[in-house]
């Protein structure tokens, strides 16, 4: 098994310990302007399998790749309600085995250097004509609720950013917050990127509109209601323009100081124009989060989570799926299924179960389990003919967070998919990554 990538991070790693005493060191400021940045570098060893786990691609030898994404940023404010945020990014990677191209060639990786974005370009106003109302235009981050829904604006671009282009209402008064948006973000990106290598993003060229509004009645209820319209030329995943509507609500809370609760359930409704057929999809996402009492060793923490996507049942004329709208991404943290589906969230149940220890103030550590299954497998069939199962299988999982200083972040994460009888590959599959962070 090669490691090199794993060995380089290692010394990166060794190599930031020597900069910890610089690191309390703060970027120079003036009243009206502040700059700085970060390096974030990841070691990742994968299994071959994970990328096809049904067998269209052969099992073969690990996977194992080392990113770094660098990025600079600066704020200025022109007045006290009036701010223009910037933000450069730059991602690059070296693998060292592709089952597409085992000579790292340009095509499949990220060489350095790679071409460099605008991350973040974008003007806050706030205060609006004295109003409680926040304005926010350009390019921007936007995480709603619990991300299920909307919080990755460019799932194709392996972790260097999330934005979305377009503008934000934001109006906030007693106990409501209200947000009006409209995104419109091409599937490349063609505004101001410096060395353009025209870098796929997103499925193909994307319109979101919406409204989301969260009502607090007090610490242990409070609500969210949104709809939404996605207007997608989807040429990757589904091959057809969808167009969705999307509504829903989440009630979440904290009734008890050791108890944290959010249920959340979506529909959907559009069609896909070029092949005249109907959509009809669901969402479900339920969360406990439970804090053991008194002043216990460790800290310790559960939580237990349900999530349920509906699946495109194949036999019949209406497309069922779930569609992820704006949520390809590893919403549990581990990679090995977003790897496998490419952040297509759909025709899942999964039971979730984490336990968390706090065994320093500095170190945390969260193991999990997941029970994953299909929610359909009607017009499915594994590659050799046979009939699929509805058991995709259990996914295991560990993590350790280590946070030396205020401004470096050391992760070691790790999990293992042991495959049911949804997929024709029964081999295990495995996903190791080291990671260090640190903000200047």
Do not use: C
Request: no cysteine; proline share 4%.
């Amino acid at each position: 098994m090669k490691t090199q990538p794993i060995a380089i991070a290692t010394l990166m790693v060794l190599f930031l310990t020597s900069l910890t005493g610089r690191a309390e060191l703060k970027p120079g400021e003036t009243e009206s302007f502040r700059w700085g940045g970060d390096l974030r570098i990841r070691a990742t060893q994968i299994h071959r399998n994970t990328f096809s786990p049904d067998g269209v691609i052969p099992a073969g030898s690990d996977v194992q790749w080392l990113r770094f994404r660098e990025r600079l940023w600066l704020s200025y404010d022109f007045s006290q309600d009036l701010r223009f945020d910037l933000r450069l990014a730059h991602r690059w990677h070296y693998v060292n085995s592709h089952f597409l191209d085992p000579k790292n060639q340009d095509t499949v990786t990220w060489k350095f250097p790679d071409e460099v974005i605008f991350d973040q370009l974008k003007l806050t106003w706030e205060q609006v004509a004295d109003l409680p109302l926040t304005l926010t235009l350009g390019r921007q981050d936007v995480i709603l609720g619990n991300g299920m829904i909307v919080l990755e604006g460019t799932a194709y671009d392996q972790g260097r950013g999330i934005y979305f282009d377009g503008v934000r209402a934001t109006w906030m008064e007693g106990d409501d917050k209200l947000d009006l948006f409209g995104f419109y973000s091409r599937q490349t990106d063609d505004f101001w990127v410096i060395n353009d290598r025209n870098r796929i993003l997103r499925r193909g060229d994307t319109l979101l509109a919406g409204i989301y509004w969260t009502h607090s009645f007090d610490q242990s209820f409070n609500t969210d209601l949104y709809y939404m319209f996605n207007d997608i030329q989807d040429d990757l995943v589904i091959g057809d323009d969808v167009r969705l509507h999307i509504f829903g609500g989440r009630l979440f809370g904290q009734p008890h100081d050791l108890l944290d609760y959010s249920a959340e359930l979506a529909g959907q409704r559009g069609s896909l124009r070029q092949s005249d057929r109907d959509m009809r999809g669901y969402m479900a996402d339920l969360r406990l989060d439970y804090r053991l009492p008194g002043e216990l060793p460790l800290q310790p923490r559960m939580k237990a989570q349900y999530t349920f996507m509906r699946g495109d049942d194949r036999e019949r004329a209406t497309y069922t799926g779930w569609h992820p709208v704006a949520a390809e991404y590893p919403i549990w943290r581990e990679e090995l299924m977003p790897i496998a589906t490419r952040g297509n969230w759909t025709n899942l149940n999964q039971y979730r179960v984490e336990g968390i220890l706090q065994l320093h103030d500095q170190v945390t550590l969260t193991g999990a389990w997941a029970y994953l299954r299909a929610d359909t497998t009607a017009g499915y069939t594994d590659p050799f003919g046979g009939q699929r199962g509805r058991t995709m299988g259990q996914l295991y999982s560990g993590f350790v967070d280590f946070t030396p200083a205020a401004n470096w972040a050391i992760r070691l994460e790790a999990a293992a998919l042991r495959p049911g009888d949804y997929y024709a590959d029964d081999t295990t599959a495995h996903w190791l990554r080291l990671e260090t962070y640190f903000r200047f």
